[in-house]
DNA sequence: ATAATATTTGGCTAAAATAGCAAATGTTAT
DNA sequence: ATAACATTTGCTATTTTAGCCAAATATTAT
């Protein structure tokens, strides 16, 4: 069998972005970060959770390189560096299924 | 603050299918069936992992409505009935990052 | 320099995900 | 009916992730 086989630094890199969205609380981070950055606080308000909580999912999506953080006074500010989240979120909230019959 | 928030069930629909992406093995089987069905058998060659774990890792993708499967005499075959996670994951390869200027 | 505010990090515990083995199930061949 | 093959399911050990508290760090105000 001569099937496709994506290669595993490149797999690695898509895992961990996935890794950094499968979760509801970052998702929603991401959501809110459509319409322009916000300071750390705002998603600690948004979701009642403890800052250290907040600040590690935060962790998470910058390391996947999904956000990117700037210090400014004494907050800290995140934004998203790679809107095709967004899309990819987009396309599946239309629940785009399409049966297949494309092999045999 | 008035941020987007997006409907807890949507969320938690797109958390699944994140989720499921977000494993080295399954998101290399999503790749394999770019071009269409395979059987369970060939996971298994490829991958080189018991059948019980290729068939744990088909039934997460397909309970989060990546793939379908289809029994064919003694073989189940698996195909792709949400391609746009092929899209997703090329937009991701293409390692697009772009700055945000968009607040303040 | 000290205090107050905002965020991150270390340590910990509970919960979830992973992978293999063995047993169960379903299908075809004898 | 029995055997052989392909796949799934039950169980268990191991690893990873999540979330809280407390402590550390950095910045601004006094």
Do not use: W
């Not at 606080?41 to 935060?58: K, M, N, P, W």
């Amino acid at each position: 069998m001569n099937v496709k086989r994506t290669d595993e630094k490149i797999i690695r890199k898509q895992v961990e972005i996935f890794k950094a969205l499968a979760h509801p609380t970052r998702l929603q981070m991401v959501q809110m970060l459509s319409e322009g950055e916000l300071c750390v606080c705002v998603f600690q308000e948004a979701f009642g959770i403890d800052f250290s909580t907040v600040s590690r999912h935060l962790s998470v999506l910058r390391n996947a390189g999904i956000v990117s953080d700037e210090k400014r006074g004494k907050n800290v500010f995140y934004c998203l560096v790679r809107p095709c989240v967004l899309e990819m979120c987009a396309c599946l909230e239309n629940d785009g299924h399409c049966r297949c019959g494309n092999a045999e």
